[in-house]
């Protein structure tokens, strides 16, 4: 398959660890990267190549992979992190990029 | 810090021509190696890639979009554009161009690892809506 999909929605008490996930056969050799969106922002990167963070994104941020599965660990989630993440890997050529559906996620 | 601008007609009566503009202020295009990417989401929806331009040689599409989009670069100007050709309703989204730096990757299952090229965005635009309606 050429897809990588998504949960559509998760929820997270304040505080508490939230994982969000991607699947797909790609993740299998390749790693994702994750972009976290904001109402009437643009994405902006918040993990790269499995798990390196860029600069200015908070080390609660964590990201891991396992099989067809990668996810991005969200430790002691706070309001600001509410937002849309979407994970992005490879189609099955590997030459083009693909983006999950995105999960929304909600910090109650 | 380079930042980007996307811009565009705005509204597109359908099987027209799109030209979108990225422009880069606070760093030249000619300077260092990167992938310049055109992004788009439809109202509501996720995020699609459209393709990449990477300064050390090779542009590279979505095939959904079965040729319809060019990527060009206009050093002089010191923009990145996007042409799609033939635009329908489906084509009305928001789109954005980003940059990012190339990057190697190993991934290893068991005690088989593998290397691969990758690249990440790191810089966005803030985006441009375009409408496809007559």
């Known amino acids: 398959s050429s897809e990588v999909t998504q949960d559509p929605a998760v929820s997270v008490a304040l505080g508490q660890t939230v994982r969000i996930t991607c699947q797909g056969d790609?993740?299998?050799?390749?790693?994702a990267s994750w972009y976290r969106q904001k109402p009437g922002q643009a994405p902006q990167l918040v993990m790269y190549?499995?798990?390196n963070r860029p600069a200015g994104i908070p080390d609660r941020f964590s990201g891991s992979s396992s099989g067809n599965t990668a996810s991005l660990t969200i430790f002691g989630a706070q309001a600001e992190d509410e937002a849309d993440y979407y994970c992005e890997s490879r189609d099955s050529t590997g030459n083009h990029l693909l983006f999950g559906e995105g999960t929304r996620l909600t910090v109650l | 810090q380079v930042q980007l601008q996307e811009s565009g007609p705005g509204l597109v009566k359908p099987s027209q021509t799109l030209s979108l503009m990225c422009s880069v202020s606070g760093g030249s295009i000619s300077s260092g190696t990167y992938y310049w990417t055109w992004i788009r989401q439809p109202a509501g929806k996720g995020l699609e890639w459209i393709g990449h331009l990477y300064t050390r040689g090779g542009i590279t599409y979505n095939p959904s979009l079965k040729s319809r989009a060019t990527i060009l670069v206009d050093k002089s100007k010191n923009e990145i554009s996007l042409r799609l050709t033939s635009v329908r309703a489906a084509d009305t989204a928001v789109y954005y161009c980003?940059?990012?730096?190339?990057?190697?990757?190993?991934?290893?299952?068991?005690?088989?690892?593998?290397?691969?090229?990758?690249?990440?965005?790191?810089?966005w635009g803030t985006g441009t809506t375009v409408i496809v309606s007559s």
């Open positions: 190549g499995g798990n």
């Open positions: 980003a940059r990012g730096p190339p990057a190697l990757g190993t991934k290893c299952s068991g005690s088989i690892c593998t290397n691969y090229n990758y690249y990440y965005m790191n810089v």
């Open positions: 790609s993740l299998r050799s390749y790693y």
